[in-house]
């Protein structure tokens, strides 16, 4: 392979910043060969081996190590990250790597979300700042830096509260918690979360914040914006695990919204994107829909594509494909063509009661139907499974198409029932054992 005299290859044309793995599938068909340079945490690519799993997928040039999540100081990421000579467009493949893309975007001259969008987008109580300039509703907030802190707020609230990270993501350390619950407890289980094999092991700057209690259905919105104008739109619902740990386990693509909504969630969309400043890129907005005249309340917003597979429920749904929209935005382009969806798609997660896995069956049954699209088993005999806290915690999941939502939904149901998971169920397992897809006997 020639290199240029940077030492890029001289077919490098993208550069994501952070192993997207759930995103490479699809960059493998956008992309020529080779086109593509990954930047990533050295030691997230020696615990995640990706220089080995890179190989697998002909889009990848190369991976490059860089502080990328440095993200109060993005100086080193610049001066260790050389621009390829061809080099079109710079896209975030995981939340870790917001920061740095906007930050080599604007230093190449490219199209991107913006440094200081980047920003807001990865700190919470940023984003909850602007948010309140702008009047995008919320709910009511605080910075917790303690304990105290957190009873502090929850004891002016006469209830609940929710205690949260400011910059992590996977419903990591996220806490529903009650009014009496152990706050010195929850307060060490959220400063104590961690994703060892996505973060890099020196110490990382980290906040928290807590928040009022909102009740009501959930969506997501996604969104494709280019220059601060929104050319492709869709809503999610999802479901949510009950109990303390709010983690999500179920989407359907396209959300059925109630007469009004659809207007609502548009107008506090738009007010976010203005008050964010973002300006190119996807943007993904969940919102808690609060009281009986559904009025969206925002949640938190990402600057990147989704996880849990949601860009492929909205390409089953919509047509097209959303990383295809992504490149051409952040190639500098507005032609994102109008796709509404004609079909409906979802995904449920599968979970199983704490204890030893003993064996998984029934997948090879939950895949024969016609319009079950993916059944992947995320544990395997031998492991040991907990009570689910965060995404990276879930036992694995089914993606269906069908022709409405309760098409769709009995499809789930079905193939869920087939999945059973053989648990020795551990002795001192918490009562908070919920499994709502998938069997365990």
């Not at 648990?423 to 897809?437: L, N, S, T």
Request: charged letters at 25%.
């Amino acid at each position: 392979m020639s290199r240029c005299h940077d030492g890029a290859p001289e077919t490098v044309t993208h550069v994501m910043a952070g192993f997207g793995a759930a995103l490479l599938p699809d960059l493998d068909r956008c992309l020529p060969p080779r086109s593509l340079l990954v930047v990533e945490e050295p030691d997230v690519v020696a615990a995640r081996d990706l220089g080995r799993r890179a190989t697998a997928h002909p889009c990848v040039a190369g991976v490059l190590t860089a502080p990328i999540h440095e993200e109060d100081d993005l100086s080193a990421v610049l001066a260790a990250v050389p621009r390829p000579r061809n080099v079109r467009a710079v896209l975030p493949g995981v939340e870790y790597g917001v920061s740095a893309a906007a930050a080599l975007a604007d230093h190449w001259g490219l199209p991107g979300a913006g440094v200081t969008a980047a920003r807001v987008l990865r700190d919470k109580a940023l984003l909850r700042e602007a948010g309140e300039r702008a009047g995008v509703p919320q709910p009511r907030w605080r910075r917790a830096t303690c304990a105290a802190d957190v009873r502090s707020f929850r004891d002016q609230e006469g209830h609940g509260c929710v205690l949260k990270p400011a910059n992590r993501q996977g419903s990591l350390g996220v806490q529903l918690l009650d009014a009496t619950d152990d706050l010195d407890e929850a307060w060490r289980h959220t400063v104590e979360a961690d994703e060892p094999r996505l973060r890099a092991r020196r110490p990382l700057p980290a906040s928290f914040l807590v928040e009022e209690r909102v009740d009501g259905p959930e969506i997501s919105v996604e969104c494709v914006v280019f220059e601060g104008q929104v050319l492709f739109r869709n809503v999610t619902a999802k479901n949510v695990r009950p109990g303390r740990h709010p983690v999500e386990m179920g989407h359907h693509v396209p959300a059925i919204l109630p007469p009004g909504v659809s207007e609502r969630v548009t107008s506090a969309m738009e007010r976010l994107v203005a008050a964010t400043g973002f300006r190119t890129g996807f943007l993904h907005a969940e919102w808690i829909l609060r009281g009986s005249g559904r009025q969206p309340v925002l949640v938190e917003c990402a600057g990147r594509v989704p996880g849990d597979c949601i860009h492929e429920l909205i390409d089953l749904a919509h047509g097209g494909s959303l990383l295809a929209d992504l490149l051409t935005v952040l190639s500098g382009s507005a032609n994102v063509p109008h796709r509404e969806p004609h079909r409906h798609a979802a995904i449920r997660f599968l979970n199983c009661p704490p204890g030893k896995v003993l064996s998984v069956r029934g997948t090879q049954e939950a895949e024969e139907p016609a319009d079950v699209v993916k059944v992947h088993i995320a544990t395997a005999p031998g492991k040991e499974t907990g009570i689910v806290s965060n995404s990276h915690e879930r036992a694995g999941y089914v993606v269906v198409t069908g022709r409405d939502r309760a098409d769709t939904t009995a499809l789930l149901d079905a193939v869920s029932a087939r999945i059973r998971f053989d648990v020795r169920p551990r002795q001192d397992a918490p009562k908070d054992g919920w499994c709502e897809a998938g069997r365990a006997t």
